[in-house]
């Protein structure tokens, strides 16, 4: 079964600074793709970023960016030039293309001081 | 930009008392789910749905929970009769895929589900 793991509950970073936030996984599968969502107070659930297994090149999406290790199974999500709108829940995700579902880590909170 | 939607953005029920929560997908979207978020927890996955069929559920997804889509714009998640620990949020997703650029799951804003 696979499984992802957030193993920081919570960080903080200082408005303008850059912060990573980890995330490792475990599959055996080798079809599977790799997400981060943001989740603010509102609860609602926003895609931040997204990697597939195949791409060996690490996504970004402007101020994010991923560092994908596929060996260590290790994917993690840099925030550059922090914003306040960036606090939030952050979870870490994967998808299964054989089942189709996604499993989330436990997430990680973002606090983003002025 | 289309959105997924979900109805009511909160539910009050007794124990015992069955409820229906409603979604409408993106209209060209083809998979549809629901994930349920206990506060201050993970969100889990409970059901997946394709071809007007359950095509994955967890363990969590017992025979007290079922899915419909009943038309062509609905997707709704029943619980029959509700127990204490069913309080959570109820997150529908749907996507257009599960390959490629297609597999990304759009959410829907929840609904609070509050058992008293």
């Known amino acids: 079964a696979q499984t992802v793991t957030q193993s920081q509950p919570e960080m903080s970073v200082q408005e303008a600074e850059t912060v990573t936030l980890s995330c490792t996984y475990d599959?055996?599968?080798?079809?599977?793709?790799l997400f981060w969502y943001k989740q603010p107070p509102s609860r609602q659930m926003i895609l931040v970023i997204r990697?597939?297994?195949?791409?060996?090149q690490n996504a970004t999406e402007n101020r994010f960016s991923v560092n994908f290790q596929k060996a260590a199974k290790s994917f993690s999500l840099k925030i550059s030039d922090s914003q306040l709108g960036d606090t939030a829940m952050y979870f870490c995700?994967?998808?299964?293309?054989?089942?189709?579902?996604?499993?989330f880590g436990q997430g990680t909170t973002l606090q983003v001081k002025p | 930009e289309p959105e997924v939607t979900q109805t009511p953005s909160h539910q009050v029920t007794q124990m015992g008392q069955e409820v229906i929560l409603r979604c409408v997908p993106i209209?060209?979207?083809?998979?549809f789910y629901w994930y349920r978020q206990i506060l201050g927890q993970k969100v889990e996955f409970l059901v997946s749905?394709?071809?007007?069929?359950?095509?994955?559920k967890s363990e969590i997804f017992d025979d007290q929970f079922s899915v419909e889509r009943p038309d062509g714009s609905n997707f709704t998640l029943k619980i029959r009769s509700t127990k204490l620990e069913d309080s959570a949020m109820y997150f529908c997703?749907?996507?257009?895929?599960?390959?490629?650029?297609?597999?990304?799951?759009?959410f829907g804003p929840g609904t609070r589900l509050t058992v008293l």
């Open positions: 997703a749907s996507s257009a895929g599960t390959s490629g650029g297609y597999n990304e799951q759009f």
């Open positions: 599959t055996s599968e080798s079809n599977y793709y």
């Open positions: 990697q597939e297994a195949y791409k060996q």
């Open positions: 995700a994967f998808f299964s293309g054989n089942t189709g579902k996604l499993i």
């Open positions: 209209s060209n979207h083809l998979y």
């Open positions: 749905f394709y071809n007007n069929e359950i095509s994955e």
